[in-house]
């Protein structure tokens, strides 16, 4: 097996692994999507979400914390050990916000890598079964 086989062998038992970890997510999730974006708690200060992915090590956390003045920052970390990425100061509601925001654009960016890997897998499998060649 050449050094391409296998990555193209990595690529689709990856692709196979996320398709399979996150078939029941669909409409509800856009929809979840939608109330947690207009939600504002009344207290911001440990607001937090977790972007998508099937290894901790590399996925981006977002963390809202309230200073002694008030203002608020947020906190980007990838995985458990990093030094925090600080955006701020600003409000509660843009730090919010700009936690929602990141999340989507992540699972966005994700939902479309993993597309990306699952039609690579599928084109794959197409050449393995009948022995043809882009």
Not at 38 to 44: F, K, R
Not at 68 to 97: C, I, W
Not at 98 to 108: G, K, S, Y
Request: glycine residues 8%.
């Amino acid at each position: 097996m050449t050094q391409d086989d296998s990555a193209d062998q990595a690529f689709a038992t990856s692709a196979s692994v996320l398709d399979q970890g996150n078939s029941n997510h669909g409409a509800d999730k856009s929809q979840a999507d939608e109330k947690s974006a207009t939600l504002v708690p009344a207290e911001a200060d440990g607001y937090c979400k977790v972007g998508p992915g099937p290894i901790a090590a590399i996925r981006f956390k977002w963390t809202a914390r309230r200073a002694d003045n008030g203002d608020y920052f947020v906190d980007e970390t990838t995985g458990d050990n990093s030094e925090p990425v600080v955006s701020g100061p600003m409000t509660k509601d843009t730090a919010v916000s700009l936690i929602d925001e990141r999340e989507r654009e992540a699972h966005r960016r994700f939902d479309q890598l993993r597309a990306e890997m699952s039609g690579r897998a599928a084109a794959l499998e197409v050449i393995q079964q009948g022995g043809g060649e882009f």
